[in-house]
């Protein structure tokens, strides 16, 4: 009897390097490929503005057109729904006979428990659910410690898995399986979503184009092209520009790009090139992504509560005036104004802005640093919920920080990084 799997992509909207498909295609003799828009993820946020914001959507809807188009090309299509998955899947389940669900695995407590309902429900209708791991440099299954067992200090962790680490090979683009009849269905745009349209602004750094293709093009050229890898270590807390940093965050959040596949890269290029502290660095910066990613895995649902994972007990404010300010550029602090503005008007922010913008929000106005968080996850076209709330709780004393009160005194990183002021000038006018 011939086999239908159904693939629910998620945040591994890509085909080359993707387990979950891979395995699908390997497997069965129809594949169904599936993407949901959870409304959860557009409704609002008590604080008033949406879960995801319109620059954040519009890469997420750019990435799921593209991984449409692609499949189309090949013979197939991918079938998009609108509502909550754990009641969508099921449905196309009964009516079409499957025999499995293949997925990718997850880590964060919401998403976890959408995870088991969907298995739940599945299981009652015994349509079979497996689950990849599609996310990390280091297979879970590679990791020399139990996640359990995880250092609460990245250096730690990071001398343990170097040691004698394994990162895996690649998994190559399968061969297309037919597409039983099915309606496509429509892929939502900001209106449909309620979300207002996006109005560029010629201050943007980069024009983020969202898809697999696009990602291995902002790898190519930030590798190769302009050859910056070999200065990635000096430049990466620059704050203009498009070339002081790789900008891949956003292709990483929503699975455009594999971290497996940059690390291949860059071990390709330190062949082929040079090898120094800069080629090492991006790989350094992805075993971060990995430590948070193993970390909420670890943590679960405390990774966003106030003490956050170090249990620690801070009397937060809740100055919704001055969360207020601060959420849009107006705290007269000009480079906490700057970067502000530059997120609420891009969607992006450099990794030493929302440094100091998070500390100034806990450290100088003792506000709550799940505000914060939330606005991050609301506005960050590269938003990544166990990077964002992990560093969030960083930066704000209840993380895996080393140190205690770890403090961004603005004016000397002001002197320190924007010594001409050039990038104070270019958000705020003065």
């Not at 991984?67 to 197939?76: A, F, I, P, T, V």
């Not at 139990?146 to 690649?170: G, H, M, Y």
Request: aromatic share 14%; charged share 25%.
């Amino acid at each position: 009897m011939p086999t239908t799997i159904l693939v629910w992509f998620k945040n591994d909207l890509r085909l080359l390097d993707n387990e979950t498909w891979y395995r699908a295609c390997q497997q069965a003799d129809c594949v169904i490929p599936l993407y949901v828009f959870d409304p959860r993820q557009f409704a609002p946020h008590k604080l008033g503005f949406p879960r995801s914001g319109s620059f954040r959507t519009q890469f997420l809807i750019d990435s799921v057109t593209a991984l449409r188009e692609e499949l189309m090309q090949k013979g197939s299509n991918l079938i998009v729904r609108f509502g909550l998955p754990e009641f969508i899947i099921p449905e196309i389940c009964a009516k079409n006979k499957f025999s499995h669900v293949f997925t990718s695995s997850e880590v964060a407590s919401e998403e976890v428990s959408i995870l088991n309902a969907l298995t739940h429900i599945l299981g009652s209708k015994e349509v079979g659910i497996q689950t990849f791991a599609t996310s990390t440099l280091i297979h879970p299954e590679d990791l020399p410690i139990a996640v359990t067992n995880l250092p609460n200090q990245f250096t730690l962790f990071r001398k343990q898995v170097e040691r004698d680490w394994t990162i895996r090979q690649q998994f190559e683009k399968p061969e297309i399986k037919p597409l039983p009849q099915l309606e496509p269905g429509i892929i939502p745009n900001l209106n449909l979503l309620g979300l207002p349209a996006i109005t560029p602004d010629h201050r943007s750094v980069i024009t983020y184009k969202g898809g697999e293709a696009a990602a291995h093009q902002q790898l190519k050229e930030y590798i190769w092209d302009k050859d910056l890898l070999k200065v990635y270590k000096e430049t990466r807390n620059g704050l203009i520009g498009a070339d002081y940093s790789s900008k891949l965050s956003a292709a990483l959040a929503v699975g455009c790009i594999s971290p497996r596949t940059i690390y291949h890269e860059v071990k390709k290029y330190e062949q082929e090139r040079v090898t120094n502290q800069s080629t090492y660095w991006l790989i350094f910066e992805l075993l971060w992504r990995d430590y948070f990613r193993f970390g909420a895995q670890k943590y679960g649902s405390m990774i966003f509560q106030g003490h956050g994972i170090s249990n620690k007990q801070i009397n937060w404010k809740y100055d919704f005036e001055k969360f207020n300010a601060w959420r849009l550029g107006k705290t007269g602090v000009d480079f906490v104004d700057a970067n502000m503005k530059e997120l609420l008007l891009t969607g992006f922010m450099s990794n030493r802005g929302r440094q100091n913008v998070a500390s100034f929000l806990t450290k100088d106005l003792g506000i709550d640093w799940r505000w914060g968080a939330a606005w991050f996850e609301s506005q960050l076209i590269d938003y990544d919920v166990c990077s964002n709330w992990l560093n969030w709780a960083y930066v704000a004393g209840v993380g895996n920080d080393p140190r205690e009160d770890r403090y961004f005194n603005i004016e000397s990183q002001v002197k320190k990084y924007d010594p001409d002021r050039l990038y104070v000038k270019l958000w705020m006018g003065k």
